[in-house]
């Protein structure tokens, strides 16, 4: 047992031996050189190029629109609001300056979604496009090559699924040709909440490109030996031309108007130099978390006491642990608890509610709380994953304040 702050940390013998290796990052937070970003908070739009498409631009059709709002904000004071009038139509905010220089970055944004909105257009074709990569061909035309797209996987639901847009290209795969989707089950898409959309492509005219999809920190989709763009050789060597936007794009989503948010986007450098890509092989729509600073988190949702129990996989040994209750709210803090330093193997933490909160919970009963940890391995980047819990007092505390 290692005490650390307010955390206790038990490591199960035997379990660090398999997770000795090199970790890919996960989430670009730390150890890649920024080449663009934008926050929003001059109070406009113009970080993403202006009125004089300064290597990119905001792009509207339809109803749709986009402005600065200070409504909510993943950090300062200011974000994009990005607004579809009749749930109908577009706005984009692109980026083309950046992949014409560079052939691998990692392209991230948060985005918050504030209700759960439902798809209703023609169900043979209905979409909402909140992130894709473009490809400009030699007689000018810019047509989706990657989207990632919204849909609900059941009543109440959103998920994000990947989508090969084009129709006549060959692709993704050498012999494969018409629109593909590669679906997964690993998170579903948060309303009321910010959360991180992060992708990492290598642009590719044949069949060496990659690109690899995280939420929050959760690797979706793994894809290598695909093509990501035409063949243009207007702007660089490798002769591709993708570009990248966020939206809020949809033939019809309901209720009306359909508001989200976006904030602190950037683009980067891959901390460490993409692998060379292997034969081409049928991509895996969802991937696995070995190459993850930490997979398998478990957390209860429902749980008893003054403290909340979980327990994680960490990767590498000497990674640092964070963990971070939050009112349901998000206005206060509710609990926190680090250790510096982990052993690699299954890691059982527990993170203690501040006293206030104890006497919250006392006098209500219960607790509606968000936990979110973070894990930094040595020498990479840190990721993060949260959980909802539902926190009820304990049944001997309840006895005790009822005699």
């Known amino acids: 047992m290692v005490a650390a702050g307010l955390v206790s940390l038990v490591l199960l013998a035997g379990e660090h031996r398999s997770s000795e290796r090199s970790v890919r990052p996960v989430a670009l937070q730390s150890g890649g050189t920024v080449v663009w970003s934008t926050g929003m908070e001059d109070g406009t739009l113009d970080g993403w190029g202006g009125a004089a498409l300064n290597g990119g631009g905001e792009f509207d059709s339809g109803s749709g629109v986009s402005t600065a709002s200070r409504d909510v904000a993943h950090s300062g004071s200011w974000s994009a609001e990005m607004t579809l009038a009749d749930g109908s139509g577009g706005t984009r905010l692109l980026r083309w300056q950046e992949p014409r220089a560079y052939r691998d970055l990692v392209f991230s944004a948060w985005f918050y979604i504030p209700r759960t909105y439902t798809l209703t257009g023609d169900p043979s074709g209905r979409f909402w496009n909140v992130f894709q990569f473009k490809s400009r061909s030699t007689t000018g035309s810019v047509d989706p090559m990657w989207d990632l797209i919204v849909d609900n996987p059941a009543p109440g639901r959103m998920r994000i699924n990947l989508d090969w847009s084009p129709r006549t290209l060959q692709g993704p795969l050498p012999g494969q040709s018409g629109w593909r989707r590669f679906t997964q089950s690993v998170a579903d898409v948060p309303a009321g909440r910010w959360f991180q959309l992060t992708a990492e492509l290598r ?62 986007a950037n683009i980067a450098l891959p901390a460490a130099p993409s692998p060379a890509p292997g034969p081409a092989a049928p991509p895996s729509p969802v991937a696995q978390p070995a190459d993850r600073p930490f997979s398998g988190l478990i957390v209860k949702r429902r749980q008893r006491g003054t403290f909340v129990r979980g ?32 052993q690699a193997g299954i890691l059982h933490f527990r993170v203690s509610l501040t006293r206030a909160q104890r006497l919250r919970l006392r006098r209500r009963h219960s607790l509606s709380l968000r936990l979110r940890i973070t894990v930094t391995p040595p020498g990479g980047a840190r990721a993060s994953a949260e959980r909802r819990v539902d926190l009820r007092r304990s049944a001997r505390n309840h006895d005790r304040s009822a005699s």
């Open 203 to 264: 642009q590719s005219n044949a069949f060496d490109g990659s690109l690899r999809v995280w939420q929050d920190g959760e690797l979706l989709f793994d894809l290598t030996g695909i093509r990501t763009t035409y063949l243009n050789c207007a702007y660089n060597s490798w002769c591709g031309s993708n570009e990248w936007s966020i939206n809020n794009y949809s033939d019809a989503l309901s209720p009306a108007p359909s508001v989200i948010y976006a904030d602190d």
């Open 311 to 342: 327990r994680v996989r960490i990767a590498r040994a000497g990674s640092r642990f964070a963990a971070v209750l939050h009112s349901e709210d998000r206005r206060r803090v509710a609990g926190r608890a680090r250790a510096r330093r982990v």
